[in-house]
């Protein structure tokens, strides 16, 4: 009875092995065939934390620069002898403006008529001045001066006596309502001739 008993055995033990060697052989994956792509989870962002500012190192931000408008610079204060010369130029122009088309005309003195003092008095009421309507009279009003030593808007004074009067208006040259003939000229003080003396109106 035991040997059928370990018989049988063994015929099951032979039997089970025939059939796992006759079991199908697993076959590889062919070339077309796409493997799934594997999945990965996305790691986590890091969480960047900002450093403490350290109460010692901080720095205080600079204020900001505010523009200021420049500080005005007050004109310069003209001296004595340039208000002088304003003044002086002022009065030879007004006389020459009036060369070209200026008469002479006995005892006016403008605006567009003159006689030789009726020029200088018409100039110089430019500058604020009122002087008399009389060459003679003018010769002996404010500073004698030398020929040598005339200035912009000085007077000249001619003949003996003076019955003539110019403004001297530098270079050697003088403006003046010369005669009816003329009527008013820009002159050469040295060829005009006969010079008597000359004065200073304007105080440099």
Not at 32 to 60: F, G, H, I, L
Not at 72 to 91: I, S
Not at 95 to 111: D, E, F, I, M
Not at 177 to 196: E, F, I, M, T, W
Request: glycine share 4%; charged share 20%.
């Amino acid at each position: 009875m035991l040997a059928r008993k370990t018989a049988l055995s063994t015929a099951l033990a032979v039997s089970a092995s025939l059939v796992f060697s006759l079991a199908p052989v697993a076959v590889p994956a062919v070339a077309d065939e796409v493997t799934p792509p594997a999945v990965t989870e996305p790691s986590p962002t890091p969480t960047t934390v900002a450093p403490t500012p350290d109460p010692v190192a901080t720095e205080t931000p600079a204020p900001t620069p505010t523009e200021t408008a420049p500080a005005t610079v007050p004109p310069k204060k003209k001296t004595k002898a340039q208000k002088a010369r304003a003044k002086a130029m002022k009065v030879v122009r007004a006389a020459l403006a009036k060369v070209k088309k200026g008469q002479y005309v006995r005892g006016r003195s403008g605006p567009n008529s003159f006689d030789c003092s009726g020029l200088v008095l018409y100039a110089y009421r430019k500058i604020g001045m009122q002087l008399p309507h009389s060459s003679r009279t003018l010769s002996h009003r404010g500073k004698k001066v030398s020929k040598k030593n005339l200035k912009v808007g000085d007077l000249v004074f001619f003949y003996t006596p003076v019955h003539h009067v110019a403004i001297y208006i530098g270079n050697g040259k003088i403006v003046h309502a010369r005669n009816p003939r003329a009527d008013l000229d820009v002159s050469s003080l040295k060829k005009y001739g006969h010079y008597n003396s000359a004065r200073r109106i304007i105080k440099w």
